[in-house]
């Protein structure tokens, strides 16, 4: 069993930067693939960034060029560096990891999930 706890959120004005971590506890997840998923009120959870076991990154088309998705093996902990803020980034964050090195990015693809940090994007 893998728990996961998210950290790193709160209230940042547009254009600013967060940086968002999550922890990982009860089992190694050097060898899984991790993924960042966002959902702001009233819509379905979505999509944001996923990084393979080897290092591979993926990112949704509303976030690319603006986050980057990193992983440290070594302290278990996974990463999620956000620049230039936009309003409609504001969202609950949610760290997952899928029992496998590699998965892709639709949410039943993974098997652990965080609690969420709330991520607030003023204008």
């Known amino acids: 069993q893998v728990q996961l706890v998210e950290s790193g959120g709160g209230l940042v004005q547009a254009g600013g930067s967060l940086r968002l971590s999550c922890v990982a506890s009860g089992r190694t997840t050097s060898s899984y693939a991790m993924a960042w998923f966002r959902q702001a009120p009233g819509k379905e959870r979505e999509f944001v960034a996923h990084i393979w076991r080897f290092g591979l990154t993926r990112y949704s088309d509303s976030v690319k060029g603006r986050f980057t998705i990193s992983r440290d093996n070594a302290k278990n902990t996974l990463y999620l560096q956000m620049n230039s803020l936009k309003p409609e980034d504001t969202a609950v964050y949610y760290c997952?990891?899928?029992?496998?090195?590699?998965?892709?990015?639709?949410?039943?693809?993974?098997?652990?999930w965080g609690q969420g940090t709330q991520v607030t994007v003023s204008s």
């Open positions: 997952a990891a899928a029992s496998s090195a590699v998965s892709d990015r639709y949410s039943r693809s993974y098997d652990y």
